[in-house]
């Protein structure tokens, strides 16, 4: 058998380059490692936060999904699905709601980082805070279990909800009965990246990412206002390129030889600012070209995404039909 893989993304915006470096590269490699691998795209995880933007979580459904494809990955290897068209996922997430208390949830600390960020949503000492967005993480564990989910790749941030997840498995199985398997985090060797102002993380909410979709113009006008060394004021001072994002995103778009050179010359003070960020924007248009190219097909052929949901979601839902009959066998309400 295939161990399954089961990892998920919220719709609620494009990729960025930290997508693209953080998570995206390790699922293109996986796919071709012949695992029964499930990518969730999590609308109704995105609606716990975006309950009153129903418009844009629908949109981004398809936006999230033309992305992916785009990238590189391949329907046929993974099974691209919508959280909200499985009906098993909302199932079992009642079911778990009885093994987790509120304090475990109001304890999590992705939970807790999250209502700190989202206090206009939610009131300033979160006192109106739903009962679903407190109840994410059980719906997440429900997403991981449903469809055997043994390994899922996700970032650090990620971990509390996972550990939330194997807590839910333990409490089944002692009351239950030994039915579900407990999830590991599959650790990637992709880097985090930082964002434009030189920030540790890339984030839609922090204002400094690079998106794939991204148009020359927009792509010139932020690499342009990018962080590089203050201390650098003439076009020939030396600087100190490891506290440059310019440097940093050569880095991860150029080749090892003009990394070298940027390098070396930035170093030596024979390179200005202006003209070390027009090459990176040709680098970054270059890299980013394929991804263009593949995107515009998607774009002129919203059907072909559609047929592509509609096949991952039937594939999801035969795993999930399988699952859920066990769990209800262990729960005693199979009539
Ligand atoms: N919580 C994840 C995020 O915000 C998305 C997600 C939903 C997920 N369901 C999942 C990740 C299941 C891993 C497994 O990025
Ligand atoms: Fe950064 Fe390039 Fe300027 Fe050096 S020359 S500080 S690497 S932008």
Redesign the pocket.
Known sequence: MKKVILTGLRPTGNLHLGHYFGACQNYLKMQTEGYDFYLEIADVQALTDNFNNPEKVRKNVYEITKDLLSIGLDPDKVHIFIQSQIKEIAELTVFYSNLVTISRLQRNPTVKTELTQKKDLFGNKGESITYGFLGYPVSQAADITVFDGELVPVGDDQLPLLEQCREIVRKFNSIYGDTLKEPQQVLSNTTRVKGLDGNEKMGKSLGNAIYLIDDEATITKKIMSAL??KN?IKKDDP???EV?M??YY?KLVNSQENITK?CS??QKGS???VQ??KELIAAMNDFLHPFKEKRKYYDENPDLVKTILTTGTASAQIKATKQIKKIKQAMKIDY
Do not use: F, S
């Open positions: 590089t060394d650098k600087a100190n390129p440059c310019v440097y050569h940027v010359e930035c390179r200005g600012c070390c960020k």
